[in-house]
């Protein structure tokens, strides 16, 4: 008869996972010479929530599982005041055990995924403390405030707004809008954050490609102008401004593979060829000519999540939505796709979402919207390359324009593959 078919051994299946959570927390923790629990000490404490719910359960006295918590608290804060001297007042230790008596307890109730998850998140939180400290060292008040205005736009406002349609067509759902601004404000949070942490440390290649995440424009009008101030920068200008455009067709995928998974496929095919021929023609006309590599300058980046822009963003979207809607009634797809081509110039992402939600809603058939989203990348990438003809001049453009034109040339071929 297999172990775990006897009723009396059923539950041990419940305390080996405890045991694993246990080992896994207190085997970091033992690595902390200043810690006063360690890999007994978690793999008990682990158990012991487990035998307590256990008991509270079967003895129907829920005040069981509340009291060893409390005898579990008390008893390591007692360990860390008796040495008064200790430098470390062992917080992280106390409520790493408070935790992993509790995901003992959630392991009885039938919650074993969940509480080997958060023991492994636990145990990736206490072992990387000096990186998280180093983090947590460089951010400036501009970051902290652009996550917690992410935070608002994500945690308090989309929450509360209504999930129904209203306006021309039933095609403005505050609920769909507003989840498209948060989408975009989280791409370009997690460009700008990549950019702060290792970007600037680590040379044109990552300015370039966190910058096209953060804001592609941005990017483009701050190296046009280092360009035209430094010709000895016009290589690393090119380099950065070419790899940052090349991340808005990545950056899209994102945006499609989120909103539109049906489309993905078809999009890969035109976002792939365009991304392809774009770097092809990078390395050919670029960084191949490239002697020496200097470090890129610094890039400056306003706050990507800030409430007016992403109200901006949010009326935008909502703009091109009902402008979309009536021209695809009023003209069929045309319609549309002048609307793609005059949004585009400037904000392809407003574009693009509200052609995939068309889709969405069946106003669109899926190579009408994958057309839409092509013009509008068209347009883009038509607007960035005078942007820098005209800010960094005609040498930057020389080096820049091959690039584009390739992008462009690759997306079209991808069109018409599919």
Known sequence: MPLFDSPELAPLAHFLTSLAIGLLIGLERERNP??????????????????????????????????????????MVAAYTKDEDEEDPGTTTVAAVVLCYGLGALVWYGYS??????????????YFKAEMRGISQQ?????????????????????????????PYQVLNPYQIWWMVVLISGLSLAGYAALRI??????????????????????????????????????IAALVILLANWMVMIRLAIEVAVV???LLARMLVIFGCGAAAGLVALYLTVWRRMDNRPDAPRLEVKNPTEIRAALTFGMLYAGVLVASAWLSDLAGSSGVYAVALVSGLTDVDAITLSSLRLYGLGTL??????????????ANIAFKAGLTL?????????????????????????WLLV
């Open 34 to 75: 200043s810690a006063k629990a360690g890999l007994r000490t978690f793999t008990l404490v682990a158990m012991a929530g487990t035998l307590t719910a256990l008991l509270s359960e079967k003895t129907g006295a829920p005040w069981l599982l509340a009291a060893g918590l409390l005898v579990m608290g008390g008893m």
């Open 113 to 126: 995924q969940l509480a080997v998850t958060l023991a492994i998140l636990t145990t990736i939180l206490l």
């Open 139 to 167: 951010i400036s008040r501009l970051d902290l405030v652009s996550i917690l205005q992410f935070a608002v736009l994500s945690f308090v406002i989309l929450p509360v707004v209504p999930n129904r349609g209203f306006g």
């Open 198 to 235: 290792v970007g600037q440390r680590h040379g044109a290649l990552l300015t370039g490609l966190f910058g096209g995440i953060a804001s592609s424009t941005a990017t483009t009008l701050a190296f046009s102008r280092h360009g035209r101030a430094d010709p000895g920068l016009l290589g």
């Open 260 to 262: 539109a998974p049906s």
């Open 365 to 378: 058939a899926g190579e009408q919207a994958a057309t839409a989203i092509l013009l509008a990348l068209l």
């Open 390 to 414: 005209a800010i960094g001049g005609a040498g930057l453009a020389r080096h820049t324009l091959p690039g584009f034109l390739s992008a462009a040339a690759g997306a079209v071929a991808g």
